[in-house]
């Protein structure tokens, strides 16, 4: 992915470089005179002014930026080439208008048929050029006239005029190289992105942040080909607008999902109103200006700086993975405020490549940690699923089942009843990488009251502290209490104790084992090892746990990291089937 990333890069300095080398004149500043006389014999016999506009561009005159629709123009103007060219060069026009180009009063190509009405008009292309050979194009000063006509244009589009230069003759020049390649590799492989997420998505699991990623390629990839569509395909300049409002409508829902990607990616809350507030800000931004280009611009900086402010906010909570999110972002509006990048042209292409490639780099890498951790999950659940149907433990169990249905038939139903909610309680945890703190403790009661049963000793938990609110692993506390039954005689009533501490950062967890009569026991260390992985899983390095015995009491300590209420929900989510 970070070679798709560098080529993109690298593809664009390229061009970037490569298009003032291609470049021989350029006629965007050039100042037309309005040429008098009969529309139809615009550019035969026009004279106009021998004023050397090249070394005055900022004289008094018209501008094709200036052209208004529903008008005829017959405009004429002088350039100076520096040197004959060694070979053919193309004269490029990108005007939304029908045009015939005049070279020294010399007709040189037509785009459409200009007229002096919207009947007789035939609507030219918005990407014209014409070939043009060195003797056409001898040094010195040369007469340029443009016989034009903008009936079918429309009035909402502020400015009809893109390109006017001279090239040298390529196969593919500069302007298509920055217009079509670079945005062409980046659909390509956004799409190849859509089809990995649409797989990922159908049969591996549905984050929802993983379909908004999927439906932001899709929109980017089909923005970067509507973007090229000029270049690419060409069309009738009538239809530009349709494609000026494709542009702002997918501009603007990829400057929506953006922002909402990052909220549920980072699980803030009130999704619903932050994302209509962004909706509204979005659109509200358009009205600024009337230029296109500029109201797309103001909505992918909004977006930007949405998206910044959101991973600020996730980098400050210590959300995983905000800081690499806040640097990306970073690093895109700096792009997006660099001038020398051309938002219009190729800025926003290389934005979108920076952006999205990391973000799925990003995500790519999580998907592989799911996968291990899911991997973890389900051998700590095999684990769990064996600890609880130990042999031995069901052998003394059903041994005293059967003394029982002799002695206290009641009593023995009350036991098969404990064995049942143990079972059942095991086999629901173990589906889970965490459960309440309070269900665990109804696990370890109910399993003391299993213990009370076989030893016919009570067998009780005492509590000091506030239980509610606190995620473990499934069945840490019940390790300890099995843990403590395989290296005890308790002969005689038992009273463990669980002591819950609280500060502003953690909760201490510490279980109380009475040491009576210590006894041989060939373990293999899996109740310990189990509860260690168990931690790890649930807390990624945060918590500990330790024992130690002093006196005749052995002391579990388990150190917990406080998770909120939003923390606990998240989790008990992404659990959820």
Same mark, same amino acid.
């Given at each position: 992915?970070?070679?798709?990333?560098?080529?993109?890069?690298?593809?664009?300095?390229?061009?970037?470089?490569?298009?003032?080398?291609?470049?021989?004149?350029?006629?965007?500043?050039?100042?037309?005179?309005?040429?008098?006389?009969?529309?139809?014999?615009?550019?035969?016999?026009?004279?106009?002014?021998?004023?050397?506009?090249?070394?005055?561009?900022?004289?008094?005159?018209?501008?094709?930026?200036?052209?208004?629709?529903?008008?005829?123009?017959?405009?004429?103007?002088?350039?100076?080439?520096?040197?004959?060219?060694?070979?053919?060069?193309?004269?490029?026009?990108?005007?939304?208008?029908?045009?015939?180009?005049?070279?020294?009063?010399?007709?040189?190509?037509?785009?459409?048929?200009?007229?002096?009405?919207?009947?007789?008009?035939?609507?030219?292309?918005?990407?014209?050029?014409?070939?043009?050979?060195?003797?056409?194009?001898?040094?010195?000063?040369?007469?340029?006239?443009?016989?034009?006509?903008?009936?079918?244009?429309?009035?909402?589009?502020?400015?009809?005029?893109?390109?006017?230069?001279?090239?040298?003759?390529?196969?593919?020049?500069?302007?298509?190289?920055?217009?079509?390649?670079?945005?062409?590799?980046?659909?390509?492989?956004?799409?190849?992105?859509?089809?990995?997420?649409?797989?990922?998505?159908?049969?591996?699991?549905?984050?929802?942040?993983?379909?908004?990623?999927?439906?932001?390629?899709?929109?980017?990839?089909?923005?970067? $080909?509507?973007?090229?569509?000029?270049?690419?395909?060409?069309?009738?300049?009538?239809?530009?607008?349709?494609?000026?409002?494709?542009?702002?409508?997918?501009?603007?829902?990829?400057?929506?999902?953006?922002?909402?990607?990052?909220?549920?990616?980072?699980?803030?809350?009130?999704?619903?109103?932050?994302?209509?507030?962004?909706?509204?800000?979005?659109?509200?931004?358009?009205?600024?200006?009337?230029?296109?280009?500029?109201?797309?611009?103001?909505?992918?900086?909004?977006?930007?700086?949405?998206?910044?402010?959101?991973?600020?906010?996730?980098?400050?909570?210590?959300?995983?993975?905000?800081?690499?999110?806040?640097?990306?972002?970073?690093?895109?509006?700096?792009?997006?405020?660099?001038?020398?990048?051309?938002?219009?042209?190729?800025?926003?292409?290389?934005?979108?490549?920076?952006?999205?490639?990391?973000?799925?780099?990003?995500?790519?890498?999580?998907?592989?940690?799911?996968?291990?951790?899911?991997?973890?999950?389900?051998?700590?659940?095999?684990?769990?699923?064996?600890?609880?149907?130990?042999?031995?433990?069901? $052998?003394?169990?059903?041994?005293?089942?059967?003394?029982?249905?002799?002695?206290?038939?009641?009593?023995?139903?009350?036991?098969?009843?404990?064995?049942?909610?143990?079972?059942?309680?095991?086999?629901?945890?173990?589906?889970?990488?965490?459960?309440?703190?309070?269900?665990?403790?109804?696990?370890?009661?109910?399993?003391?009251?299993?213990?009370?049963?076989?030893?016919?000793?009570?067998?009780?938990?005492?509590?000091?502290?506030?239980?509610?609110?606190?995620?473990?692993?499934?069945?840490?506390?019940?390790?300890?209490?099995?843990?403590?039954?395989?290296?005890?005689?308790?002969?005689?009533?038992?009273?463990?104790?669980?002591?819950?501490?609280?500060?502003?950062?953690?909760?201490?967890?510490? $279980?109380?084992?009475?040491?009576?009569?210590?006894?041989?026991?060939?373990?293999?260390?899996?109740?310990?090892?189990?509860?260690?992985?168990?931690?790890?899983?649930?807390?990624?390095?945060?918590?500990?746990?330790?024992?130690?015995?002093?006196?005749?009491?052995?002391?579990?300590?388990?150190?917990?990291?406080?998770?909120?209420?939003?923390?606990?929900?998240?989790?008990?989510?992404?659990?959820?089937?």
């Amino acid at each position: 992915m970070t070679s798709t990333f560098t080529k993109c890069l690298v593809f664009f300095l390229f061009f970037l470089v490569l298009e003032p080398c291609l470049a021989q004149v350029d006629l965007m500043g050039l100042r037309f005179q309005h040429l008098p006389g009969d529309f139809s014999r615009c550019g035969e016999t026009g004279l106009i002014a021998a004023t050397d506009q090249a070394a005055a561009p900022a004289q008094a005159g018209y501008s094709l930026h200036d052209l208004t629709a529903k008008q005829h123009y017959c405009l004429g103007a002088r350039f100076l080439m520096p040197e004959k060219p060694g070979q053919n060069q193309v004269l490029s026009l990108s005007l939304l208008a029908a045009t015939e180009l005049f070279l020294d009063s010399v007709k040189v190509g037509r785009n459409g048929k200009p007229a002096i009405t919207a009947n007789e008009e035939v609507p030219g292309y918005i990407e014209y050029s014409v070939s043009l050979t060195p003797e056409q194009l001898q040094q010195g000063a040369h007469s340029l006239v443009l016989k034009i006509s903008r009936y079918h244009g429309s009035e909402r589009v502020m400015n009809p005029f893109y390109d006017l230069s001279i090239t040298e003759h390529q196969g593919l020049h500069a302007a298509d190289n920055r217009g079509i390649i670079l945005p062409l590799l980046l659909t390509g492989a956004l799409l190849l992105v859509v089809l990995l997420f649409s797989g990922l998505t159908l049969f591996y699991q549905r984050h929802t942040h993983w379909i908004l990623f999927l439906t932001l390629s899709l929109v980017a990839s089909s923005l970067l $080909m509507v973007e090229s569509w000029r270049a690419l395909v060409g069309y009738l300049y009538p239809f530009h607008l349709t494609r000026l409002y494709l542009v702002a409508g997918l501009t603007y829902l990829f400057s929506i999902l953006l922002p909402l990607y990052f909220l549920v990616y980072f699980r803030f809350e009130r999704l619903a109103l932050i994302a209509s507030s962004l909706a509204v800000l979005t659109a509200a931004v358009t009205f600024i200006s009337p230029y296109f280009d500029s109201k797309s611009a103001l909505m992918f900086g909004v977006a930007l700086l949405a998206s910044l402010l959101i991973n600020f906010i996730a980098y400050k909570r210590q959300k995983k993975s905000s800081g690499m999110s806040l640097l990306v972002v970073i690093f895109s509006l700096v792009l997006f405020l660099t001038p020398a990048f051309h938002f219009a042209e190729t800025g926003f292409a290389l934005s979108l490549c920076f952006l999205l490639f990391t973000l799925l780099l990003q995500l790519l890498q999580q998907f592989a940690r799911d996968k291990q951790k899911a991997a973890l999950a389900t051998q700590l659940e095999n684990q769990l699923l064996r600890r609880s149907l130990q042999p031995h433990f069901l $052998m003394n169990s059903l041994s005293l089942v059967s003394e029982l249905l002799h002695q206290s038939p009641q009593q023995a139903e009350e036991f098969i009843q404990a064995l049942g909610r143990e079972f059942r309680m095991l086999n629901e945890y173990a589906n889970h990488t965490s459960i309440a703190l309070t269900q665990e403790l109804e696990l370890c009661q109910n399993y003391l009251e299993i213990m009370s049963t076989r030893l016919q000793k009570k067998c009780h938990l005492q509590i000091q502290g506030d239980p509610s609110a606190i995620i473990i692993p499934p069945a840490i506390l019940l390790t300890v209490l099995e843990n403590a039954f395989s290296h005890n005689k308790y002969r005689q009533e038992t009273r463990f104790e669980l002591h819950i501490h609280r500060d502003q950062k953690t909760i201490e967890i510490v $279980m109380k084992i009475p040491v009576v009569s210590p006894k041989a026991h060939a373990g293999t260390g899996m109740g310990n090892h189990y509860i260690h992985q168990s931690l790890q899983e649930v807390f990624d390095g945060r918590a500990s746990y330790v024992t130690e015995q002093l006196g005749d009491v052995w002391h579990a300590r388990f150190q917990l990291p406080l998770i909120s209420a939003q923390e606990i929900d998240q989790k008990q989510n992404e659990e959820s089937p």
